[in-house]
Structures are given as structure tokens and as C-alpha cells.
């Protein structure tokens, strides 16, 4: 028999809120996070684009001085978000529980670029000397997933998922597959990303993907509408904590919803394009659905990845037809990047925060700036006010693609 | 050139700043492993800073030499010469 996996912890730090409940709150209000940039940087190095979605409570105000140190600020908001996380499923410091039977599967896009340019500013400004000894485990993707590992005791193997913006939906395929292959108990899956810096700025920028309104910081994410005119970025970190059912019950934990299936699929059509019909896309959320043992009728609300590139968000509309059909009418739609601003590889990670809170609740959160929406993607978006989703057994898709061609999706159910 | 309670100082100063323990822990009797449980990617941390704070050079080899916190403040004041 399948184990089934369930989710008993939530935790996050995101441009609309530092903790889950702030984020929730924020995202059915319609909060948009993006704000101008008060860094020397910008104008230094002449940016194009001068605004981004900043952490609303940053790592600075949560951790201690030496934690900011020696970690990168992509691990730092990793531990944030893990701490709420663990304390919120009912881990206490000390936890009774099997450590050699709980696993780490985190996800990054890009690791610690900070450590890593800055590590070199230092190289070529004062010399190899002056190179900090943390800087390898600091710029290294899987930091993230080794600092958690050793702060919450996980020795059932600290894995890394790597899927550009796809990767924290992807971490979630990782853990459900360990849980379900009985190879752990507990999982600490999630992402994170803080990119927010000059070099990832002026090459998004390069390649055109990034929107430019900077008149108008909070107006700029706009997924859907026929003036969008690319991403802005974001940071911040998700996690969650995934138990097998037997493990969760037999501690009496609270769960919020089933992790029930996962989709993995990709492209192989372009690198950095997406496929123009979705087909990947399609093939992922069928590959999903199917693992979930769910029709794709019984889908009420989807969480889309809809980032506002002018190219990026017909395919994921067109392959969302060719799943669901004309139900496709019926399906709640919920652009949260229109808020957010898009994490890149934490993306996936905090959005599935919010779907598993749509199951749970009941109410999907809203998209904002869609003022005109493009007529050639007719969904059933949720503006305005939070959607109220069916009452009974919910069943809600998180979609996220990346560079590479990756599609990941996760389909989440009431429990 | 600093003397041997500014150069203590300046180290307690380094420690707080790479450990988060308090300045007045660091002693000159102190061992940075045993006692301080500095390990050896914080102490060459420690070293790097120092050197520059004290404008001195500590040489790799030198490094595990560097038992207590006074064997640390004794190479400085020395190097500085």
C-alpha cells in the first residue's frame, strides 16, 4: 500500500510578510510587495531596472549577528523560514523523533550569489588572503539544505533540487518520494532564493525578461493583463514539513492537507523559452493528477506560475485547457507573483505555502494590477476578493516552470 | 603598534564578532578549541581579520600554534615589531 504524505508544518519570509500568518493575511488582501531600491548598487552600476520585492521583515531583524555571518542571505532566510516550519508542526528543540529517518529536500535556483561575487569583488580588490574561510560552504547550492540538516538534526540525507524556478515545486516530488518509498518519516522540504543583486538584475535584464516600469514599482507585476511586460524579482524562502500519515497520527499532529501527487516534466524544446503550446506543462499537470489519483474535474483552484513575462504566461493558460477542458471555467485561478514578485527557485516554495492554505481554508488568494486581462488567456482569474473554494474534499494544483525546461506541479487535498 | 591589552581587545572583539561569544569570555588562558570551541574554518576567520585589523602577517603554519588566546596576543605584539 502507498504511504500517503501529509503536511503538519508551514513557515516562510516573503516580500508581503515574514511569517505564515502575516503572508496568508497579506495574500488574500492583495498586497503588493515590490518597492523602489534604496541601495547604493542601483545607481553605481546604472541598472536598468532600480525596484524589486524585498523580504517585509529582513533576516537581520530575526537572526543573530553570527548566523548572519556565516551564512548566506539565501541560507538565512532557509532558516527563518524552517524555524516557524518545525515549531509550527510541534517540534520543540529537542524533538523525540527518529533522526536517521528525517530528511532534508530543499531547493535553490541560483545558491548564494552574494557570497560568491562578493568573494570575488574581495579576491580581485585585496587578494586571496583576505577571502573568507565560510565563503565555500556560504556559495554553495546545497548550503541551504546542509545548515538545516545540522540545526534541526536531519541524518536521513540533505538533498539539493536545482530546476531553476522550478525548483520548490521539484523539492516537493523529492519529498513525497521519500516518504512514500518509506525511506524517511519526516521530510523539511521547501526553497529559497535572494537574488536581489546586481549581477542577476542586469542579466535578467539582458535577456528582456524583466519588466521595467520603475515609475510604478507596485503596478509592475502584472501576470495576465495586456500590459504586462516582464517579471520582477523577488526573495524569500518557504518551507514545509511532510510526514508520512502514520508518523503524523501516532504524535497527534495537526495536518493541513495531503501532499497527494506530484508531476515532473520537461521541455527539451528551448532553454530558456517555454514550449509555446505547453505541452510540457500539460504533460506535467496530467502526470500530477494522475499520480494523485484525481481527475482533473475535481480540481477547484490552481496556483499558476504566471510570472508577467509577455511570452510566459499564454502556454501554462493553453496547457491548463488542455488538462482540465471546459472545467478549465470553473477552476480558480490565482496569479500570486502579482504580489510577490517572482522568487525565482523559492517561488514554487512559498506558492505551495499558500495552496496548501487554499485547501485548508477554504479561499483562494487574489491576483492584482489585472486591469485589462489578455483575451488570449480567458481564465477565471481571482481578483478583487479571495475566492471561496467548494466546501468538501478540495483538491488545488501549484504549477512552476524554469529555465531548462523544467515543469514540477503539486496537487494538494483535504485531509 | 598596540599593546598586549589593546591587541586582547581587538581579538575579543574578532572572536564576538565571528562566534557571538561575549568579549569577556576571551582570556588570555583560554584554549580557542577546548575552551572557546572555535573550529578551524572560524579561527582562520579569526586570523585573517586579525591580521588586518593589526595591519601583521600570521602565516598558515603559524596558525596551529595559536593554542590559547595569549599565545595569539604574544605573535601579534611580536609581529608588529
Not at chain 1, 86 to 92: I, K, L, Q, S, T
Request: charged share 20%.
Amino acid at each position: 500500500m502507498t504511504r500517503t504524505a501529509v503536511i503538519t508544518g508551514l513557515g516562510a519570509t516573503t516580500p508581503i510578510g515574514g511569517d505564515v500568518p502575516s503572508f496568508w493575511a497579506n495574500a488574500l488582501a492583495g498586497t503588493p510587495g515590490a518597492r523602489t531600491l534604496e541601495h547604493e548598487w542601483v545607481e553605481k552600476h546604472d541598472l536598468p531596472v532600480t525596484f524589486a520585492a524585498e523580504l517585509a521583515v529582513p533576516t537581520s531583524e530575526v537572526l543573530k549577528k553570527v548566523e548572519l555571518k556565516r551564512q548566506d542571505p539565501s541560507m538565512q532566510m532557509a532558516t527563518v523560514a524552517a524555524r516557524e516550519a518545525w515549531a509550527d508542526a510541534g517540534f520543540g528543540e529537542d524533538a523525540d523523533i527518529d533522526h536517521d529517518r528525517f530528511a532534508i529536500a530543499f531547493g535553490t535556483g541560483i545558491g548564494g550569489v552574494w557570497t560568491l561575487l562578493e568573494g570575488w569583488d574581495t579576491l580581485r580588490e585585496r587578494g586571496p588572503r583576505r577571502v573568507m574561510p565560510m565563503t565555500v560552504p556560504m556559495l554553495m547550492p546545497n548550503g541551504a539544505a546542509g545548515a538545516l540538516s545540522l540545526e534541526f538534526g536531519a541524518r536521513g540525507g540533505a538533498r539539493t533540487v536545482v530546476s531553476a524556478c522550478a525548483s520548490g515545486t521539484e523539492s516537493l516530488d523529492l519529498a513525497l518520494q521519500l516518504i512514500r518509498s518509506g525511506k524517511a518519516d519526516i521530510v523539511m522540504t521547501g526553497s529559497t532564493e535572494a537574488a536581489i543583486h546586481p549581477l542577476p538584475i542586469g542579466a535578467f535584464c539582458a535577456m528582456q525578461a524583466m519588466s521595467k516600469r520603475n515609475d510604478d514599482p507596485q503596478a509592475a507585476s502584472r501576470p495576465y493583463d495586456v500590459d504586462r511586460d516582464g517579471f520582477v524579482l523577488g526573495e524569500g524562502a518557504g518551507v514545509m514539513i511532510i510526514e508520512s500519515e502514520e508518523h503524523a497520527k501516532a504524535r497527534g499532529a495537526r495536518v493541513y492537507a495531503r501532499l497527494a501527487g506530484t508531476g515532473v516534466t520537461s521541455d527539451s524544446h528551448h532553454i530558456t523559452a517555454p514550449e509555446p503550446e505547453g505541452l510540457g506543462a500539460t504533460r506535467a499537470m496530467r502526470a500530477a493528477l494522475e499520480d494523485a489519483g484525481l481527475s482533473p474535474e475535481q480540481v477547484c483552484h490552481v496556483n499558476a506560475h504566471a510570472t508577467s513575462t509577455p511570452v510566459g504566461d499564454k502556454p501554462e493558460y493553453l496547457a491548463m485547457r488542455a488538462v482540465f477542458g471546459d472545467h478549465v471555467e470553473q477552476v480558480k485561478v490565482s496569479a500570486t507573483k502579482s504580489q510577490t514578485g517572482h522568487l525565482l527557485g523559492a517561488s514554487g516554495a512559498i506558492e505551495s505555502v499558500l495552496s496548501v492554505l487554499a485547501v485548508h481554508h477554504g479561499k483562494a488568494p487574489v491576483t492584482i494590477n489585472l486591469d485589462n486581462q489578455d483575451p488570449q488567456i480567458p481564465l477565471n482569474v481571482v481578483t478583487g476578493t479571495p475566492a471561496e473554494l467548494p466546501e468538501g474534499d478540495r483538491a488545488v494544483v501549484k504549477n512552476s516552470f524554469g529555465f531548462g525546461g523544467h515543469n514540477a506541479v503539486a496537487v494538494f487535498t483535504s485531509y | 603598534m598596540a599593546s598586549k591589552e589593546e591587541i586582547l581587545a581587538g581579538l575579543a572583539e574578532i572572536v564576538n564578532e565571528e562566534t557571538g561569544l561575549e568579549t569577556e569570555e576571551v582570556q588570555p588562558e583560554k584554549s580557542f578549541t577546548d575552551d572557546l570551541d572555535i573550529d578551524s574554518i572560524s579561527m582562520m576567520t579569526i586570523v585573517v581579520n586579525a591580521e588586518e585589523k593589526f595591519d601583521v602577517k600570521i602565516p598558515d603554519e603559524e596558525v596551529k600554534n595559536l593554542k590559547t588566546v595569549q599565545d595569539a596576543v604574544d605573535y601579534i605584539e611580536g609581529a608588529q615589531a
